[in-house]
Each structure stands twice: as C-alpha cells, then as structure tokens.
C-alpha cells in the first residue's frame, strides 16, 4: 500500500517564477492538506482540499492556490515566487473520520 | 488561537538512557493531539495520537505520552533511546477532526554514545 507520494522531490526556481508541486494521498484518502516548513520551524498550515473544494486556508496569500483532482490527487501552485518561498512543501492525506493526517517526503524548493 | 509549545530546542541524552520531550498547548477544549518525527531531509512520520480515554498512549518505536488537561501537556517519553532515535520531534494539535494541524517549533533530539 504506497503511502502519500509527493512530486518533485527538489526544485530550483527564480524569483517571479510560478512553480506546481504535487501530491498523490495514501489510498483511501480523500482529503490532502498543505504545509509550509521554513528551516528550522515547525510546518505551517496553508490549506486544505476536501470533495475538490477549499475547505481550510491558513495565513497565506493569495498567490499559494491549489486544486483537487476527482482522484483525490492534489496541486500547490504559486506564483510570483519570492525568496522567503523557499523551503519544504509538505503534503498530507487523511481519510475516513479525518483525525490522523499522514505525510510524504515532502518537495523542497528553493527560489534565488 | 491555539498554540502549541515546545520549550526545548535541543535534547542531548545518552544512549540508553531515558527520554521526555515536553509540550505544552494553548486551547479552549481538549484537542486531539499528535507527536509526529522527522529525521534530516524527511517528511513526517506519526509517533502516536491521542484522542480521548485512556489518558497514556502507546507509539511506534518503544514511543509513549501521557495527556495531563490540568497541565495542558502532552509529553512524549521513552525508556531507553536508541542512537536511531536521534531526529527532530514535532508536537501537534488539531482542534477537531478534519481541521488543520498546529504544530510546535521541534525539539532537536541529538544523542550520545
């Protein structure tokens, strides 16, 4: 049973540049959830997607959106990049009842 | 808004000796509760959860908390760590199913021979 998957594993982009990661949920999930983590921090919340809809959004701006596929797979997108967008972009899955979230590897990025 | 604490930055503990990670949160209710690990370059990885009952639950890897309401804590502890323990540790509360995560900012266990 192959748990959550994320792609790319690592990227490198300038500033202004628009980047999309994606995430693959643990089979059975049908719900991804998105996570900011700055080196040296804990994540950070960004927003949830739940039936292809937004559910939840954290203190982001505008500029981080995401869209969930009819296969429960995910998209981060953002755009107009900036240096302070660099770090681990963390995916997690949770179905069912929805209280246990379970994580990828993560997709690092690094704007310069 | 809820908040989670994590005071200790860095832990050094011998190996074979025992091992509590402290946390702290800061919420109206008991939230469920998560402490998660993350060795260098990983995503996360779920030691254990508590939800609600018996107030000590058991993880993965030897792993156990204790939930303490009266001390809105929820500790993490292990008897005897191994040198394979050494990673960073994140404490998490979710106010309700389905709601998003907060996390607090790690506690870097290093450990010694």
């Known amino acids: 049973d192959a748990g959550v998957t994320q792609s790319p594993t690592h990227l490198i982009k300038t500033r202004g540049q628009q980047v999309t990661l994606r995430c693959s949920p643990k089979s059975g999930h049908d719900t991804v959830s998105w996570y900011q983590q700055a080196l040296g921090q804990g994540p950070q919340f960004i927003f949830q997607y739940y039936e292809e809809e937004e559910r939840q959004r954290g203190n982001f701006p505008d500029r981080f959106s995401g869209h969930q596929f009819p296969n429960y797979s995910s998209e981060l997108n953002v755009n107009a990049l900036l240096l302070g967008d660099s770090a681990l972009y963390l995916c997690?899955?949770?179905?069912?009842?929805?209280?246990?979230?379970?994580f990828g590897p993560g997709t690092r990025l690094l704007v310069l | 808004a809820q908040s989670v604490t994590q005071p200790d930055i860095h832990i050094t503990v011998s190996e074979g000796a025992s091992l509590e990670l402290r946390c702290n949160y800061s919420y109206g209710a008991t939230p469920y509760l998560f402490w998660y690990v993350q060795s260098p370059g990983q995503g996360l990885q779920l030691l254990l959860k508590?939800?609600?009952?018996?107030?000590l639950v058991q993880g993965i890897k030897g792993f156990e908390a204790e939930f303490k309401r009266s001390q809105s804590s929820f500790n993490l502890r292990k008897p005897s760590v191994h040198w394979s323990d050494a990673a960073e540790y994140f404490c998490?509360?979710?106010?309700?199913?389905?709601?998003?995560?907060?996390f607090g900012t790690g506690t870097r266990l290093l450990v010694s021979p």
């Open positions: 508590y939800f609600s009952g018996d107030t």
């Open positions: 998490a509360v979710a106010p309700l199913s389905f709601q998003k995560l907060v």
């Open positions: 997690a899955s949770s179905g069912g009842r929805g209280e246990t979230q379970y």
